[in-house]
Nanobody
Framework: EVQLVESGGGLVQAGGSLRLSCAVSGLTFPDNAIGWIRQAPGKEPEGLSCISYSDGTTYYTDSVKGRFTISSDNAKNTVYLQMNSLEPEDTAVYYC??????????????WGQGTQVTVSS
């Protein structure tokens, strides 16, 4: 069974940083990718970033380029999302999810349970 468990969310002031972690189990890492998605209240889910284990390819949506960085530690089966220069508009529930690759449109399944990120102004 594939399981993804996020951690690292919390409350931060605008301009601050957070690092989210996604602990992954049940996947064959070389054949998969892991991504981060967020959903703000009343909005559609937004795919933010993705990393492919086969070749290290990464993807970022425009709204987070230059502020967020995705990375992986294969030995720990963990994917990270370093978020810098956070803005109130980044407030959302952040999910990690599995995908076949990072070529848009990226289809994510399954998802973790999510972690709340709140950025105060």
């Amino acid at each position: 069974e594939v399981q993804l468990v996020e951690s690292g969310g919390g409350l931060v002031q605008a301009g601050g940083s957070l690092r989210l972690s996604c602990a992954v189990s049940g996947l064959t890492f070389p054949d998969n990718a892991i991504g981060w998605i967020r959903q703000a209240p009343g909005k559609e889910p937004e795919g933010l970033s993705c990393i492919s284990y086969s070749d290290g390819t990464t993807y970022y949506t425009d709204s987070v380029k230059g502020r967020f960085t995705i990375s992986s530690d294969n030995a720990k089966n963990t994917v990270y999302l370093q978020m810098n220069s956070l803005e109130p508009e980044d407030t959302a529930v952040y999910y990690c999810a599995a995908a076949l690759d990072c070529t848009p449109p990226i289809l994510y399944d399954p998802w973790g349970q999510g972690t709340q990120v709140t950025v105060s102004s």
